[in-house]
């Protein structure tokens, strides 16, 4: 250590001194050191076009990794592939070494890259053209999105040897003005998907139907594209693929690259209440240790769920360090902020100039800002995939690198840092996508026969093609002539179908005390019983109350008032089971899988006076029921169980089942946890028995309740365990929900009921 | 079937059961399409078509590649729409040569007209122009002929029928069809696999001179709004473009050619009108202004006409226009200021000082976007040109009187602020050079 400045002399040293450290130590709940990794190379493939081998030699690659080296050999054999890689192992030559090849070989030749962001695909672009001018060939990169002028359109259309764009682009873009784009479409011999673990749920259902749509543009130009993903790692990458793509691919997934000596730090905040089972807040205990890794000059990064933590914890540190660092050595960095403001981030980063920067997941997908020392994440990141990458920021290739991951009290969050096997043994989470869901389905079929009629025997999906044929013609969109089906509508079908719908059903909450300035957002399924007109709404800590909720156009006015109330919404939710499909018992209980339809209304409101919890008065909400057609999963115990609870044991034990399951849930998913909803019911109207309902919140169902169904008795196990080893006395919000909620037994009887659920006892 | 409807119906969220009203509904529908069913059997056993067509001249057509309806209306060549009789296209026509710099004149016979009415909006692969209308002149005759598909398999027979006509021309003219009507005939070659580049014409897209004469004077430059004040025409009983969608997916459902008689009469007209512009534009570039058609009354429109002309390297004709325009007396600020952009950059500075000086004349007191923009261009100029920083700097504060002025009736957003600024600092650097105290 230095004596003077109180730094120690690199990362090795420090973690020594953390590891005496009683006041960090006495939270860590585990500590695990990954080996480091030497590489694993393979000589640069042979035939490889003497320009792009220079242009490689020069940027200092002279030999590949192994499975860069696999990813060029499946390609050049003509397979479709999918390369899985951590972060930072150089998973952009997998696709580049294949495509560029065969651009030298050909200059005739096409190819399309698909990005989940812009700001991944300008990265992508400055790279490549940084490759082709250093070859001095004439191959030309182009983004094509909502930022291209329009002048320089044409100009792609026809020139563009490599064209980056997203799905949505394709989708309203390119794909409904295909015959703008013969050139690209007759020549395409390469589409690379990268990020393809981001293609999941909805969006991913609707990104593989353009994947379908662009398939049959190609097929239509005479071409015959061979697809290249690559993804992060997650469970199920090669069948996620082929889902999407609608191909056989090939899998490779021995990653090459090396890897420098990985901490893992699990860090639990202290408990500062123990009956309420509170623990300090996970931001301040971030601000602590990120403070403590920047104030020893370790570049670091904070991941932070939301964009207000980002904001929160970026003041902090920038607080902390004030008088040590200039003022622009720690940055934020997240969804709203400018693209050039983005890039100078970037750079900052890749040049070692910033030396901090806190992020949301914006920077878990691949954009190049170099590697840093330390990454402190503020709780678990909801996937075990996500914080994979997210740890994968840190870490270079011959030194240490640290992750602290500082868990929250949310119960996810506290079952992963009491489970550190759990984490460290099982493989990510399955990406699901369901492409056939009608809904999904339908919609880009309206869009495909836009592009190109349909003919009879064509197929479009599992769905039977006459069949939606018939369907649209009765909708009147298409007119069947000639034994093909031709749109003939005077609408441009893309324009109403946005491939990313959640986001676009938020409410937006307009406080109208002082001019009016947008307050927040409520999502769409929250709204009826949050955003009710009369309801207090709080945000930060202050009281508003709706003043008017405009229902179709998503609008909540609210003005700031000042009441000794909160209000409570009750929602009548009716499940209806519509059929059965799958079915299995383990011991008492019973398990099935099916289509049902949730009916969902607010009925009224009660105001409840703080503190002491009275009622003092009620209202009537007057809102439209929603209906929800959907796939679900539900198991019932036995009448047995039942009698043996009085009716409102039996109510409390299955809530705070509910609460543990809805949180746990995700480990099992790639999903938001707005996807998914779990509805406990006493005396069920399908089963007549108490029943736990999980369904998908999106019409058709996506897959979720159907891959939970299959993972049970798994589900449960890792309920008990996390009940169990709680460490509260009778429940707390980490766990079974809070005592107010699931009474002074909550906790003994979820898990006594638990114990009939399955699994192991 | 029915099944997916009922499926889709469940997942909307809508009623799947049948009510007494959806059935009669789908009964009737049944039965349309029977009725239909048998026209079609009908129509394909002996190529039969409906009487009704023949009502307003439209017959079959059939060539290797399928059938199709066809309409053929000729005009004598002296045939008057409007201010204009046809034939003077074969006068005009040699001025249509500078839309392309080309050695040979044009010649009236080289052209083809075309508009096209189609299915939907925009140039997006399922656009299809249900029907194709193209005009051409003779010594003798105007003729139109108007392709129209009974249903989308019909398209490429249509096609194939044009792609014969076009290489016979060598310019194509049209209204906004740059944009719109020929893109969309090319999408239509490509999707039916009838090649890329069939046809390279030299196109004329008369939408764009007509904007830069009428921006500011017509309400709008829709080819029926242009015809009605500048050409003289006026239509009677004529069904909307933007019916015709809707005419022609009643037509498919329910086999009934009446209605389309009025999509006919409709592109007739407007092919007819198309020709009147190049002969409008034609005159206009041919110096013809006044013996064929009358002098803008507007100094806005002979200032924008004499602008469009100099564009068209035809820089003789329009001084005369600006002069006109320059001596007239109801020229607006906004006139006389676009006029003095021209002349300040041509270099004829002094007319331009003249114009700035009307224009902040003829504006009401301190008000008008116009004035101040030539107070600023005066203050300019004194500063620049003649380095009287005086002056200058009298202009300089009328315009920000002016701008102030301004900025209290209009919101204060970004660039007013920017104006106001950059004013305060001219202001403030006139003072200096003019050896003055800066407040």
């Known amino acids: 250590m230095n004596r003077f400045t109180g730094k120690t002399s690199g990362l090795e040293e420090w973690l020594q001194q953390v590891r005496q450290n009683a006041d960090i130590m006495d939270n860590v709940t585990h500590w695990r050191t990954l080996a480091p990794r030497e590489a694993r190379t393979a000589p640069l493939p042979e035939g490889l076009h003497h320009a792009w081998k220079e242009a490689l030699r020069s940027r200092g690659i002279s030999e590949l990794y192994t499975h860069q080296a696999e990813a060029y050999r499946a390609a050049r054999d003509g397979h479709h592939v999918v390369a899985v890689t951590p972060t930072a192992s150089g998973k952009t030559l997998c696709y580049n070494l294949p495509v560029m090849q065969s651009l030298l070989e050909n200059e005739e030749g096409r190819a399309l890259y698909l990005f989940p962001t812009k700001a991944l695909s300008q990265d992508q672009v400055a790279e490549l053209q940084a490759l082709a001018d250093l070859m001095d060939v004439g191959i030309k990169t182009h983004t094509y999105d909502g930022d291209t002028p329009p002048t320089v359109r044409t100009a792609i259309r026809n020139a563009g040897h490599i064209v980056v764009t997203n799905p949505d682009m394709l989708h309203s873009a390119i794909l409904p003005h295909h015959t703008k784009w013969v050139k690209l479409f007759e020549n395409i011999k390469f589409i690379v998907i990268d990020e393809v673990h981001a293609y999941r749920g909805v969006f991913g259902s609707h990104v593989a139907n353009v994947v379908r749509r662009l398939k049959r543009i190609c097929r239509f130009y005479g071409s015959n594209p061979q697809f290249i993903c690559a993804s992060a790692t997650i469970d199920n990458p090669q069948e996620h693929a082929e889902r999407l793509i609608g191909e056989k691919v090939r899998l490779v997934d021995n990653n090459g690259a090396p890897m420098g000596e990985k901490h893992f730090v699990f860090y639990n905040p202290p408990v500062v209440n123990k009956q309420l089972g509170i623990r300090r807040s996970s931001v301040l205990e971030t601000r602590k240790l990120a403070g403590l890794l920047l104030n020893q000059g370790v570049q670091t990064i904070v991941f932070a769920r939301s964009r207000v933590r980002v904001e929160l914890l970026l003041t902090y540190l920038q607080e902390l360090i004030r008088d040590k660092l200039n003022d622009k050595s720690i940055r934020g960095y997240r969804g709203g902020y400018l693209p050039k403001l983005r890039r100078e981030i970037e750079r900052g980063l890749r040049s070692g100039e910033i030396r901090g920067v806190v992020s949301t997941n914006a920077l878990e997908l691949g954009i190049d800002i170099g590697q840093l020392q330390a990454c402190v994440l503020n709780g678990y990141p909801g996937t075990i995939a996500s914080t994979w990458q997210q740890s994968g920021r840190a870490g270079r290739r011959q030194e240490s690198s640290i992750t602290f991951m500082v868990a929250s009290s949310n119960p996810l969050d506290q079952y992963m840092i009491q489970n550190p096997d759990f984490f460290f043994n099982r493989p990510p989470e399955r990406a699901l996508i369901h492409p056939d869901n009608l809904l999904v389905l339908i919609d880009h079929v309206k869009c495909a026969a836009y592009e190109l009629p349909f003919e009879a025997g064509e197929q479009f999906g599992e769905e039977k093609l006459e069949d939606m044929m018939e369907f649209l013609v009765e909708e009147k969109v298409l007119h069947k002539s000639g034994g093909r089906w031709y749109w003939m509508e005077q609408s441009f079908p893309a324009h109403n179908i946005s491939l990313r719908t959640a986001a676009q059903e938020n409410f937006v909450i307009i406080d109208n005390t002082n001019g009016s300035r947008v307050l927040g957002e409520v999502d769409r399924f929250s709204a009826p019983t949050l955003i009710h007109e009369e309801a207090i709404y709080i945000h930060e800590g202050v009281q508003y109350q709706v003043e008017k909720l405009d229902y179709p156009e998503k609008k909540a006015y609210v003005r700031e008032v000042s009441v000794d109330y909160y209000t409570d919404a009750n929602l009548a939710v009716e499940l209806k089971v519509l059929h059965v499909d799958k079915e299995r018992e383990s011991g008492e209980l019973v398990r099935q899988f099916g289509e049902l339809t949730v009916n969902a209304k607010p009925t009224i409101f009660k105001k409840i006076k703080l503190r002491t919890h009275e009622n003092i008065g009620s209202g009537p909400i007057h809102l439209p029921e929603e209906e929800l057609h959907t796939s679900g999963y539900w198991f019932s115990f036995s009448e047995d169980a039942a009698a043996r609870k009085s009716k409102n044991e039996m109510q409390f034990a299955l809530l705070g089942i509910a609460n543990v399951l809805v949180h746990i849930a995700p480990l099992y998913l790639m999903c938001d946890p707005f996807d998914i909803r779990v509805v406990p019911q006493v005396k069920a109207v399908h089963t007549k028995k108490p029943t736990i309902y999980f369904y998908d919140r999106y019409p058709g169902g996506i897959g979720l309740s159907e891959r939970l169904f299959e993972v049970h008795d798994e589900l449960i196990n890792q309920a008990k365990s996390l009940i169990r080893s709680c460490t509260c006395l009778s429940g707390c919000p980490a766990c079974v929900g809070p005592i107010e909620e699931v009474g002074l037994l909550g906790k003994q009887q979820a898990l006594e009921l638990l114990n009939e659920a399955g699994g192991a006892r | ?439």
């Open chain 2, 1 to 439: 079937m029915s099944g997916l409807r009922d499926r889709m119906n469940r997942l909307r969220g809508e009623q799947a059961g049948k009510t007494a009203e959806d059935a009669a509904a789908e009964w009737l529908t049944n039965e349309a399409e029977n009725v239909q069913g048998e026209l079609e059997a009908a129509e394909q056993a002996e190529e039969w078509i409906s009487p009704v067509w023949d009502r307003f001249g439209v017959k079959l057509h059939t060539n290797e590649t399928g059938s199709f309806l066809l309409r053929r209306i000729e005009y004598p060549a002296d045939y008057r729409h409007g201010q204009h009789a046809i034939n003077e296209l074969h006068l005009a026509s040699s001025g249509l040569n500078a839309f392309h710099a080309r050695n040979h004149d044009t010649f009236a016979e080289q052209v083809l007209f075309l508009d096209l009415e189609t299915t939907g909006l925009g140039v997006g692969a399922g656009n299809v122009p249900f029907m194709i209308g193209i005009g051409y002149i003779t010594q003798e005759r105007f003729t139109i002929e108007q392709a129209l598909i009974r249903h989308p398999a019909e398209e490429r027979a249509m096609l194939a029928y044009l792609a014969e006509k076009l290489p016979q021309y060598t310019y194509l003219a049209t209204y906004n069809g740059r944009t719109f009507d020929w893109p969309l005939v090319q999408n239509r070659f490509i999707m039916n696999g009838l090649g890329r580049k069939l046809w390279e014409p030299l196109h004329i897209d008369f939408l764009h001179p007509a904007r830069s004469v009428w921006r500011n004077t017509l309400v709008s430059c829709r080819l029926s709004h242009v015809e009605e004040e500048r050409l003289g025409i006026q239509r009677e009983d004529d069904v909307p473009g933007s019916l015709a969608p809707q005419l022609y997916f009643q037509f498919l459902a329910d086999g009934n050619p009446a209605p389309l008689e009025g999509v006919f009469r409709h592109n007739e007209t407007d092919m007819l009108s198309l020709a009147c512009l190049a002969i409008r534009f034609g005159h206009l570039l041919n110096g013809n202004l006044v013996d064929y058609i009358p002098l803008p009354e507007e100094p806005e429109e002979m200032v924008r006409t004499g602008l469009w002309l100099e564009k068209m390297g035809k820089t003789n004709l329009s001084e005369p226009l600006f002069e006109m325009a320059a001596r007239s007396e109801t020229a607006g600020p906004s006139t006389l200021v676009m006029l003095a952009a021209r002349d300040k950059k041509a270099g004829n500075w002094a007319r331009a000082v003249l114009l700035w000086q009307k224009a902040v004349i003829r504006t009401s007191p301190n008000f008008g976007a116009a004035a101040m923009e030539a107070s600023v261009e005066l203050a300019m100029y004194y500063e620049h040109k003649l380095k009287d920083f005086e002056s200058a700097l009298g202009h300089a504060g009328t315009a920000f009187e002016q701008a102030l002025n301004q900025s209290m009736l209009v919101r204060r957003d970004a660039k007013k602020r920017a104006e106001l600024d950059s004013l305060r600092n001219r202001i403030a650097r006139l003072r200096r050079k003019a050896g003055m105290q800066t407040l």
